[in-house]
Structures are given as C-alpha cells and as structure tokens.
C-alpha cells in the first residue's frame, strides 16, 4: 500500500491548521468533504469558535484528544511551528497542503518520527483512491 494510502486508511482523526470559514477557501471544502466520508476533523483557527459543527481550537496543543494527522493550510513560514506542535502533540502525520510547503519543518518532521506529506491536496489525494478502489472491485462483489 502507497504511504498516502496508508495515512488515509489509518486515520481517523484530523487536525485542520489554518480552517477557514469561508465555504470557497480550500481549507473549508477540504474539511467539508473529510468530514463528510467519516473522518472526526478539529478546526484549528484561533479567531473562531466552531466551524462545521466542531470546536475550534487556538493551536494543535490545545486540541484534547489525540490527533493522527495535522493537515496544513498556512504559508510556509508558520509551518514550523506547527510542525513542533505536531511533534509535542505525537501525532503520526504532518500533511502540508500545496501553498504551505516547508521542506526544513518536513525534515524537522521526520526526524522527529512523524510521517509526512508535501505539497498535495488531501481531498484531492482521496478522491483519486476511491474512484481507483471503485475500479478494482468486482461487479456484485
């Protein structure tokens, strides 16, 4: 199974950094369309309370629960400290969304033992895998 795969099977629950409440960001479709196959998302928005029905929290460290991955949607130069949030948090995967690249926070990332992601669109990414797991299944299966 490819990495990203593995990310999106394995985990349940996402931290959304940089969650807008505006319906055309990015953020905001990405969050809508996690949401709406299953995943649990935590918005992480310091200037909101609620987005989609859930809590928003200031930062990843305020989040209470256990977080599987830290998906990214802030320039590159916020990045690293989300990257040592993430880190502090122990989550296993830190996704940068393409405009919130930083390969010396991906770096800090992996060294710390965090899986991680660079620059491509999580809804995007599984889209693509559940049209090809649509493919591959036998008619009537």
């Keep these: 199974m490819d990495p990203i ?12 950094v940089g969650l807008s409440a505006n319906p055309e960001k990015p953020s ?4 809508q369309y996690l949401q709406s196959h299953g995943y ?10 609620e987005i989609l029905g859930e809590k928003a929290y200031p930062d990843v460290l305020s989040i209470p ?29 830190v996704w940068m969304q393409p405009g919130a690249e930083n390969l010396q ?3 800090r990332a992996m060294n ?11 809804r995007k990414e599984h889209l693509e895998r559940q049209a090809t797991d649509t493919e591959h299944k036998t008619p009537g299966a």
Excluded: H, W
């Excluded at 649990?40 to 309370?49: A, F, M, S």
């Excluded at 033992?113 to 620059?119: A, K, P, W």
């Design 112 to 122: 710390a033992g965090l899986e991680v992601i660079v620059g491509v669109c999580m």
């Design 40 to 49: 649990k998302i935590i918005p992480v928005n310091p200037n909101l309370t």
């Design 65 to 93: 629960e256990p977080v599987d991955v830290v998906d990214i949607f802030r320039p590159p130069e916020a990045v690293p400290e989300i990257v040592e949030q993430a880190i502090a948090k122990k989550a296993r995967v």
């Design 28 to 31: 905001y479709t990405v969050a």
């Design 5 to 16: 795969a593995q990310v999106l099977s394995k985990s349940k629950t996402i931290a959304i």
């Design 105 to 107: 926070a991906a770096e």
